[in-house]
């Protein structure tokens, strides 16, 4: 089947918002904290540098070369050993099972949207009362939040590509930006941010655990959505005159520009107005709300804008996460889109009410597994384990299965001098370095 086609434009967007997501915004400012500011940061910048970016122009290669579902374009790539390779292109399940969470994250923040407009809880300590109380006790809200955004995810993606996806990226993305650059320049204004400078930028290496490393690696691949086909989808959709290495730039420079300055802005807004930089998960649900509410009416406005961008980024990652397998029903089995967005939109919601069961008082001890609940182990196996995997299959398989002269055909007129330590790094260092990394979150080293 033919797909239709991105502009180039609409690519960089579309893939942009994939990558900027709940990870910047939500997960990156609390693991900064967790790991101790900027020591972290340069970490994860290094590898952000050196592992993400090679790996992001070896997935695109993928779909661009394969052009069509994972599946089919790992068959395709790879015809000797088909039958083996094709499993590479499963990984575009970790997409369907991240959204198992990520869904149920995304109706917390359409409620906060809500709440925000007349609400702000008043000290740290209402606030924590308040997400706990959804958290492990009101269920309907949780299920009636997490439908609506089933129901938008599926909307979007049900209408394809071009009407769909590119269309949602093209209003949305400069929508978030615009809300996070009026908000940060706000910040700017403030005595706190200049805290919140030193905390991210001043390295204090004492502070840097072989976790942090770990950690860093693992949310590089999160953050640039690597490892489960979803760059690679969109890039099946690339015209053929798109330049990847360019394309793959402008997503690696978006996705770690908004994750820093949304990390400024928050930290800003944490020591300005009185709560620690460390504060886990929480942190933009229960420090950040309480912050807001020492800013009167502009606090409640601030608040609003603030979920509405957060809401945003996680769109437009959700669509990114569901059209991998979506395409392939499409592609193999000749469904329509309609029925294929359909069928994984009610995959993720159905499991998404396990999820939400899971953090519920008198229904988490049935869900609830060693330390674990069910939300956290899904969210704890395919970014711990299922997209590192994914990225390892993919520098394999870019590295060594694919003949060296398609691989530099396409990519030595793109890449010049840096072809050869882009090849070289992927096939050597990358590997290694995501081994590494599996092993030691799986707790084997
Ligand atoms: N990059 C997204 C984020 O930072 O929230 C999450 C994500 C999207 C991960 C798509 C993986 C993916 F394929």
């Known amino acids: 089947m033919k797909l239709a086609r991105f502009s180039r434009l ?12 709940l990870g910047n915004i939500w997960k990156f400012p609390y693991i900064t904290g967790e790991y101790g500011g900027g020591a972290f940061v340069i970490v994860y910048l290094i590898t952000v540098l050196l592992i993400g970016f090679s790996i992001m122009i070896a997935e695109m290669l993928i779909g661009y070369l394969g052009r069509r579902d994972t599946v089919s374009s790992f068959e395709e790539l790879a015809p000797k050993h088909k039958n083996i390779w094709k499993f590479g292109g499963f990984q575009a399940l970790a997409g369907l099972f991240i959204m198992i969470f990520y869904s149920v994250v995304i109706g917390w923040i359409f409620n906060y949207i809500v709440t925000s407009l007349t609400y702000l809880p008043a000290s740290v300590k209402e606030s924590q009362a308040v997400f706990t109380t959804m ?48 908000m940060f320049l706000y910040a700017t204004t403030l005595g706190g941010f200049s805290k919140a400078v030193h905390f991210m930028f001043y390295p204090d290496f004492s502070k840097l655990t072989s976790q942090a490393f770990v950690v860093a690696v693992g949310h590089a691949f999160f953050t640039l959505s690597l490892g489960m086909g979803a760059i690679m989808t969109y890039a099946a959709s690339l015209p053929k005159d798109a330049n990847l290495v360019k394309s793959a730039f402008w997503v690696v420079f978006l996705d770690t520009t908004i994750a820093i300055v949304a990390g400024l802005m928050l930290f800003t807004f944490l020591y300005q107005y009185g709560s620690a930089p460390s504060q886990g998960p929480g942190l933009v649900f229960i420090s950040l709300p309480a912050a807001f509410y020492q800013m009167g009416v502009l606090g409640n406005i601030f608040a609003v804008l603030f979920f509405v961008a957060l809401a945003f980024a996680g769109l437009t990652s959700s669509v990114s996460l569901v059209e991998p397998m979506i395409q392939y029903f499409i592609d193999r089995f000749s469904w329509s889109r309609l029925k294929s967005s359909l069928a994984m939109g009610l995959f993720f919601w159905f499991l998404g009410i396990f999820a939400i069961l899971s953090n519920i008082d008198g229904a988490k001890e049935y869900l609830t597994w060693g330390s674990k609940s069910f939300f956290d182990w899904v969210d704890y196996l395919t970014a711990a384990v299922m997209l590192p995997i994914g990225g390892l299959i993919m520098a394999v398989f870019v590295g060594f299965i694919i003949p060296e002269s398609e691989v530099e055909k396409v990519m030595k007129p793109q890449l010049k001098w840096a072809y050869k330590p882009w090849y070289f790094s992927l096939r050597y260092i990358t590997p290694l370095a995501m081994f590494v990394v599996m092993l030691s979150l799986m707790g084997v080293i």
């Open 10 to 21: 609409g690519f960089i967007l579309a893939a942009a918002g994939s990558a900027v997501g």
């Open 135 to 182: 958290l492990h006790a009101d269920f309907w809200t949780q299920l009636f939040y997490n439908t609506l955004s089933f129901g938008i995810i599926t909307y979007v993606v049900h209408k394809g590509i071009k009407g769909g996806i590119e269309k949602l990226n093209f209003y949305l993305m400069p929508a978030l930006m615009v809300i996070l650059a009026g």
